[in-house]
């Protein structure tokens, strides 16, 4: 006996919904073709699956017998269908780069994907910006995306992480605070100020890693919700002082910026992928971002 597979993959989503429309929605196909695919496939077999005899339906006992099988085979499906999408990625020509806004709007990252280009030029490359670091770590990770360029350090299992910069970490504080009139700060000389912080609140992955010397020291934090694009905005509103350590960081006209004395804290623009196997392509691509940095380290030193 010849089984469509398709039908009893429907079936499946029917018997485990017990509902015809619920299952319609969820495979995204009208509701009496789906009707009548299971039909066809009871006739097929030769037994019933569904009870229709009341306003609910439910499974027959042969209808539960064959869910069995029937799920292992809805399984097995989703192996496949799972494979064949990661090989079409690795065959794929285009690479899918996502980066957070704090580490988008730098020189050197055109650069390097520049560079990249130059060796690949039939590659195509699809780059998406997104709201905070941690989002695209999750996204690389899950394989949506292939390469990620995250403000670290960011420390999973999942990942492999190389630095392309560590960028200078200074204080934007209003020109008005007597602190102003200082060449150069330490942390502690922000005890009891107000420190404007691009994250919703100290419970986002980050905020313990870069930023738990404002509590150190005694400093107060205050939450830009709309993230590190605004932070600027309502510092100059609120008259907040800002850690800046991006070259896109352009404090108000009535702050001036200081340097930090030491500890200062650490931040990394980071170049991360899967700890998982990546076509040729994505692995050239992952060897010259290891290049690059280590050319942009000498260079600092």
């Not at 690479?95 to 060796?119: H, N």
Request: include cysteine; charge should be neutral; glycine fraction near 4%.
């Amino acid at each position: 006996m010849i089984i469509n597979h398709e039908r009893v993959l429907r079936f499946v989503a029917v018997a485990e919904q017990l509902s015809f429309t619920k299952a319609a929605e969820t495979l995204r196909i009208d509701q009496p073709w789906l009707s009548r695919q299971i039909m066809q496939l009871e006739e097929q077999l030769g037994f019933p699956l569904i009870d229709r005899t009341s306003s609910r339906i439910a499974l027959t006992q042969k209808g539960s017998e064959f869910l069995i099988a029937a799920r292992e085979l809805a399984r097995a499906s989703e192996v496949v269908r799972e494979k064949a999408e990661t090989m079409h990625r690795l065959a794929s020509s285009v690479l899918r780069i996502g980066t957070s806004y704090a580490a988008s709007p730098v020189e050197w990252r055109k650069r390097l994907l520049g560079q990249f280009l130059e060796i690949k030029p039939n590659v195509e490359l699809d780059y998406s910006v997104y709201k905070r670091s941690d989002e695209v770590v999750g996204l690389v990770i899950s394989g949506e995306i292939d390469f990620g360029i995250v403000l670290g350090p960011t420390i999973d299992r999942n990942i492999k992480s190389c630095t392309l910069k560590v960028p200078e970490v200074k204080i934007a504080i209003p020109s008005e605070d007597p602190l102003a009139e200082r060449t150069s700060l330490a942390l502690a000389d922000l005890k009891g100020r107000y420190v404007a912080v691009g994250m919703t609140d100290r419970t986002v992955p980050g905020y313990a890693r870069s930023y738990s010397w404002i509590d150190e020291v005694g400093a107060i934090p205050v939450f830009v919700p709309e993230g590190r694009r605004f932070i600027f905005e309502v510092a100059e509103k609120e008259r907040l002082c800002v850690l800046c350590y991006l070259a896109a960081d352009q404090p108000p006209l009535s702050f001036v910026e200081r340097k930090i004395l030491p500890p200062v804290p650490h931040f990394e623009i980071q170049f991360v992928r899967g700890d998982r196997a990546m076509s040729s392509t994505c692995e050239r691509l992952w060897r010259l971002a290891n290049e690059f940095g280590e050319v942009q380290h000498a260079a600092v030193a």
